[in-house]
């Protein structure tokens, strides 16, 4: 089934670890998301990547960078993994506004 | 900061009954307001959405109402159905610096009882 697809989907990290989440869309969006969820706060911003080649923060960037490899791919870091960043990670694309977003099925992420 | 207020964190609703979800946004920018269902283990996915310039939406059993002046918008369900148990996100959109920009309210957890 065509859509984002996520790797992986389970994770737990010890304190300090780094680790790179995979994010692959195939429905030649331009736009792609780094998005975290936790409980009682929805869904938070973490970059976007508004084209090919460009990436910009969001509201929750600390902790984490972005690459956008090509069209298709938009992978997540954490360079040195903390308790704080135990969450759920959804990456999504957009084809416009007036599309909404695509989300993958997430990456459910453990910090001890 | 939180720019979209979400109400209620949690609803339980018997079946055939209408759920209401209620949100509030305070930038006056956002041009576009979608809601999304999101079922356990699953990504969010888009419901419904509407713009500033309708005052309603109807999708099947899925209503969005909008107050512009007010700067309000709610989800009702009709006929609320087993099925419909998720989590729901109203958002609030507009295009900023080159890219969608979608701002999420803290979401609903609906359980509809049979």
């Known amino acids: 089934n065509a859509g984002v697809t996520q790797t992986p989907k389970f994770q737990v990290l010890k304190t300090g670890q780094s680790m790179t989440l995979q994010c692959a869309q195939d429905?030649?969006?331009?736009?792609m998301y780094w998005y975290r969820q936790d409980p009682g706060m929805g869904l938070r911003l973490i970059y976007y990547?508004?084209?090919?080649?460009?990436?910009d923060k969001g509201e929750v960037p600390n902790g984490y960078n972005v690459s956008r490899l090509n069209k298709r791919e938009f992978s997540l870091r954490l360079e040195s993994a903390a308790p704080s960043q135990t969450s759920v990670y959804f990456c999504?694309?957009?084809?416009?506004?007036?599309?909404?977003?695509?989300f993958g099925s997430g990456t459910r992420l453990t910090v001890v | 900061q939180q720019q979209v207020k979400q109400s209620p964190q949690s609803l339980i609703v018997q079946k055939g009954g209408i759920s209401i979800i209620n949100c509030a946004y305070e930038n006056t920018a956002f041009d576009y307001f979608p809601w999304y269902q999101q079922f356990p283990g699953k990504g969010p996915a888009l419901l419904i959405a509407?713009?500033?310039?309708?005052s309603e939406k109807k999708e099947g059993r899925f209503t969005i109402s909008f107050n512009k002046s007010a700067k309000q918008f709610s989800l009702h369900i009709m006929d609320s159905q087993p099925g419909d148990s998720a989590t729901y996100f109203c958002?609030?959109?507009?295009?900023?610096?080159?890219?969608?920009?979608?701002?999420f309210g803290a979401g609903t957890r609906l359980a509809v009882h049979p």
């Open positions: 990547s508004a084209s090919e080649g460009t990436t």
């Open positions: 429905m030649n969006h331009n736009s």
């Open positions: 509407i713009r500033p310039d309708v």
């Open positions: 999504a694309s957009s084809a416009g506004q007036l599309y909404g977003y695509t």
């Open positions: 958002a609030a959109s507009m295009f900023s610096g080159g890219y969608n920009k979608l701002i």
